[in-house]
């Protein structure tokens, strides 16, 4: 059964990246109700939905969500890869704004915290888990998602994440 929606873009998640002058969004609420492997990150379904007080499933408070990030973005890089190997640059633009959603997915998660694009920044200061640099590194990214350096910043970004998070579950498989 389909529950289509239309969720009016909550402040604390506006951004121009991810959703250009767009204020509302569609979404498909039933597709959201356990994790779903073809979730558009760059859209933050989840959080959308988490925002506008519509029940949906909450996978930052799931630690076996992240590493599909990992595997996803993994695939993702491959294509972008191709992309930047063919001075294809205005072709990558999609796959890294998917990219970046992924890679903040990742580190709010982990940090038990839905995204919140407007005011990530400072929400993110008080992470516990986070790799160095992280604000300066991902707003360079963010404001520059074109840039075959901002492609190797948020590949490095990712495998930091990942150490981070593997480092996370050993410590808590020791308690």
Known sequence: MENKVSIT???NMENLLFYGQNTTVE????????????????????????YSNIDAYRPWLQDEIIPRIFKEWEVIKSRLEGFFSERKKDQ??????????????????QNQQPVELKDW???????TYKPVNWQERMNFIMTRPNLYHSFIQL???????????????ALKKRK
Do not use: T
Not at 28 to 49: G, I, T
Not at 92 to 109: D, N, P, T
């Open 9 to 11: 873009i909550p402040e």
């Open 27 to 50: 979404l498909n609420a039933s597709r959201y109700h356990d994790w779903n492997d073809e979730v558009q990150y760059s859209k933050f379904p989840y959080e959308l939905l988490f």
């Open 92 to 109: 990558s633009k999609e796959l890294m704004v998917q990219g970046i959603a992924q890679c903040l997915c990742a580190m709010f998660w």
């Open 155 to 169: 590949n490095e970004l990712m495998e930091e994440l990942k150490k981070i998070y593997y480092k996370q579950q």
């Open 121 to 127: 920044e400072s929400v993110s200061e008080s992470f």
